[in-house]
């Protein structure tokens, strides 16, 4: 099992930056795909940004591609998402996961095999 705890959201207004971080345990040598997801209400869950462990080779959805930037430092078994120029759209809660499979690194995947509980950004105009 792997157990991920998220932390660093808040409320900031539009322009603003945050930094959100997940910390990962347990069987984690295995996991080869972590990556932030976010689901804002009424919408459907999607991905923002992945990364793959073995290279740190990354995706990002169109939404969030130039302001967002996700990253790993592998001893601590943490991924960070750096959160800048927030646009109230940006407002949902973010979610880290982490999958074992190694095919498809993408934020197109939301097949992920573990999840944390989530962090709430609130971006206000």
């Known amino acids: 099992q792997v157990q991920l705890v998220e932390s660093g959201g808040g409320s900031v207004q539009a322009g603003g930056s945050l930094r959100l971080s997940c910390a990962a345990s347990?069987?984690?040598?295995?996991?080869?795909?972590m990556g932030w997801f976010r689901q804002a209400p009424g919408k459907e869950r999607e991905g923002v940004a992945t990364i793959y462990t073995g290279d740190g080779s990354t995706t990002y959805a169109d939404s969030v591609k130039g302001r967002f930037t996700i990253s790993q430092e592998n001893p601590k078994n943490t991924v960070y998402l750096q959160l800048n120029s927030l646009v109230p759209e940006d407002t949902a809660m973010y979610y880290c996961?982490?999958?074992?499979?190694?095919?498809?690194?993408?934020?197109?995947?939301?097949?992920?095999?573990?999840w944390g509980q989530g962090t709430q950004v609130t971006v206000s105009s």
């Open positions: 996961a982490a999958r074992r499979s190694r095919i498809d690194c993408s934020v197109r995947r939301l097949d992920y095999d573990y």
């Open positions: 347990g069987y984690t040598y295995n996991i080869n795909c």
